[in-house]
Nanobody, 121 residues
Framework: QVQLVESGGGLVQPGGSLRLSCAAS????????MGWYRQVPGKQRELVAA???????NYAESVKGRFTISGDNAKNTVYLQMNSLKPEDTAVYYC???????????????WGQGTQVTVSS
């Protein structure tokens, strides 16, 4: 099994910044990709940003130029630097990992518990 622990959410004013972190632990053989999704009540969870093991990234159009995803392969950790935050960025942010577990070589998607980001004055 793989566990994901997120941190860094909170309340911030419009135009402010936050940095989210997500650390993966457990029986990890390989992490293929990690990413951040967000969800607001009544809407589907949407991809915010993702980074693959080789370093390539992709972003939702709504966050391009404002958010930056980065990773530390040695620590199995991914970060999301969020700048110029807008009220519409308010959501629960979930960390995701596409990982292969050691021993059984089972590949699956794993999710963190979510962290609330609120952008409001």
């Amino acid at each position: 099994q793989v566990q994901l622990v997120e941190s860094g959410g909170g309340l911030v004013q419009p135009g402010g910044s936050l940095r989210l972190s997500c650390a993966a632990s457990g029986s990890i053989f390989r992490i293929n990709a990690m990413g951040w999704y967000r969800q607001v009540p009544g809407k589907q969870r949407e991809l915010v940003a993702a980074i693959r093991s080789g370093g390539s990234t992709n972003y939702a159009e709504s966050v391009k130029g404002r958010f930056t995803i980065s990773g530390d392969n040695a620590k199995n950790t991914v970060y999301l630097q969020m700048n110029s935050l807008k009220p519409e960025d308010t959501a629960v942010y979930y960390c995701n990992a596409d990982a292969v577990t050691s021993g059984n070589w089972y590949r699956a998607n794993y999710w963190g518990q979510g962290t609330q980001v609120t952008v409001s004055s």
